[in-house]
């Protein structure tokens, strides 16, 4: 089992060191090239809903991400943790982005396409932040 954490500020200029700290991670559990990429767009994808819509914007909070990998059988298992110090929003109550009158929306795709290659675990809010827990398969 390997744990891996990383701080970033509530900024979008943090997501180079966000890819930087995802390909370090990467190459050190010998994840294939494809699954980074996919790994780097779920994880992007939870961190820019972080910044945006858990601490508003705020550079003075944080996002707190925290990554286990481990294997158990034949199955390799990669939990992933995003934490900000905000308010959060209920992603159970998003609009599904497909529905012919949210197409044309320019946001609210996030969730879906985290979706498509993560399993969402659970959303834990409280007064110190919401916290989104994912699953992944790495390949």
Partial sequence: MSAYNLVLS????????????????SER????????????????????????????GNSEKNVCLSFESFQKDF???????VSDCG????????????DPDLVMKSSGRGIFLIRA?????????SENGCKLSLRMRPY
């Fill in 87 to 98: 308010s959060g929003f209920a992603i159970h109550d998003i609009d599904d982005p497909r």
């Fill in 29 to 56: 559990e010998g994840f294939s090239e494809a699954f980074l990429l996919e790994l780097e767009f779920v994880v992007k994808e939870a961190f820019i809903n972080a910044v945006i819509h858990g601490n508003a």
């Fill in 75 to 81: 199955s390799r298992t990669l939990l992933i943790d």
């Fill in 10 to 25: 509530s900024s979008f200029d943090e997501c180079r060191k966000l890819e930087d700290f995802l390909e370090v991670m």
């Fill in 117 to 125: 290659y993560a399993e969402i675990l659970d959303q834990d809010c």
